[in-house]
């Protein structure tokens, strides 16, 4: 995330998240490099084909930000001003942000207690006429309930994108991250499963969608103008305002070169997670999020609750305790109505209690597929420790 705190404060300061660059990667990059094409260039295609196919979706429009893919989302489905647009109390800014760029308002809606995930109950209450979009996320790496959300969304012209940020090789009922909205939205920022620097993509098995999101990213330019323009090759025609969210050629080389890894690198991040289950099982002050029986977590984030009726701290503190031991916890997220951009525009505390509670509440552990089992050892070391603190 843009705003975390990944810089080795000190040695052996354990990070929350950190990419892999291998050598394979840097060839890949110094090919691309040396090649004749350094942004729009035969990569992007490359990489957007390689990438939906890992997911099972049709399409993919690479962008470079996760926020651009999700704004190009907003702009395909059709939302503009007045629109409401319904997204969860948890999660990172941009999923609401990019409702605010097309002039939609943002409707916050409450999350599950025990896998902070949007609750299709709380959106089922707040659907108006004005709704055109559920933007769900797949929170730390777990799938939202998508056919609850498409069965609220169905009939009534409202579309259902899905913020996948987290959830690359995720399923739900075993459908692949990636397949469950009418477009998904991923970001390969370091932090991520998988890194392009800055980028990312939308996945959308809708042709028209696609099209659309393409022309977006390139300042609303029809490119297939030039193919229908008898006159020359040279005109070309902007039919709607875009922006310049293209993908560099060299960016997509990074990515193909990852993409070969991301099965593995799924595959560990659950080990992790298991070595973190098995390891709390007796931290009674720690309960880690519950993953629903139908899905399986890609685990971008490893996030726990503390069960603070058992401490005598709060969670800041045991955030700073972690933190003085060089474990790089973070909190993700607070609820995104409460930062002062929104306050400013009149949203208040109370709006979503379960977000607000359980926000004093969780940590993000370490998660990222280099740690070893003895890194985990020495957060649940350090987790146990926090009941002996006053
Ligand atoms: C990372 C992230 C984004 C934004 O992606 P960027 O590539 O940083 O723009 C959006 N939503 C969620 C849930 C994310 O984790």
């Not at 800041?316 to 003085?324: E, G, I, M, V």
């Not at 359980?358 to 957060?379: C, K, N, T, W």
Request: some cysteine.
């Amino acid at each position: 995330m843009p705003d975390r705190d990944n810089a080795p404060a000190a040695l052996n300061f354990l990070p929350y998240g950190r990419q892999e660059i291998g050598d394979c990667d840097i060839k890949a990059v110094v090919e691309a490099l040396c090649s004749d094409w350094l942004t729009t260039g035969p990569r992007v295609a490359q990489f957007e084909q390689a990438f939906a196919r890992f997911c099972g979706a049709a399409q993919g429009v690479a962008v470079n930000s996760g926020t651009a893919a999700l704004h190009a989302a907003m702009r395909a489905i059709g939302v503009v001003q007045g629109d409401e647009v319904i997204v969860p109390a948890i999660t990172f800014a941009a999923s609401a942000n990019a409702a605010v760029y097309e002039g939609a308002t943002p409707v916050f809606v409450d999350v599950e207690p025990d896998t902070l995930l949007i609750d299709p109950a709380c959106v089922a209450e707040r659907i108006t006429p004005n709704t055109k979009a559920i933007v769900a996320v797949d929170y730390a790496g777990q799938p939202a309930d998508y056919d609850a959300l498409h069965a609220i969304a169905k009939g009534k012209g409202i579309a259902v994108v899905a913020d996948a940020c987290h959830a690359p090789g995720a399923t739900y009922k075993g459908r692949m991250a990636g397949t469950l909205a009418d477009i998904s939205c991923f970001s390969f920022h370091p932090v991520k499963h998988l890194t392009t620097c800055e980028g990312g993509m939308a996945l959308t098995d809708d042709g028209d969608y696609a099209a659309h999101m393409r022309r977006f990213r390139n300042h609303g330019i029809d490119s297939d103008h030039r193919k229908r323009d008898a006159q020359g090759t040279f005109a070309y025609d902007m039919v709607e305002l875009g922006y310049n969210y293209r993908l560099p050629d060299v960016q997509c080389a990074l990515g193909l070169a990852q993409l070969e890894r991301l099965p593995q690198w799924v595959t560990k991040r659950r080990t992790v997670a298991a070595w973190y289950d098995a390891a709390l099982r007796d931290v009674a002050h720690v309960r880690p999020l519950r993953v629903h029986a139908d899905r399986t977590n890609a685990y971008h984030l490893y996030v726990v609750r503390l069960d603070l009726s058992k401490l005598h701290v709060d969670r800041a503190r045991a955030f700073a305790y972690l933190r003085h031991l060089g474990i790089g916890a973070n909190v993700h997220y607070a609820p995104v109505y409460l930062h002062s951009f929104y306050r400013d525009r009149g949203y208040r505390p109370g709006l979503c209690p379960v977000a607000e509670s359980r926000y004093g509440e969780i940590l993000s552990l370490p998660m990222f597929p280099a740690m070893a089992q003895s890194d985990v050892a020495r957060v649940v070391d350090a987790l146990r420790a926090l009941s002996g603190l006053r």
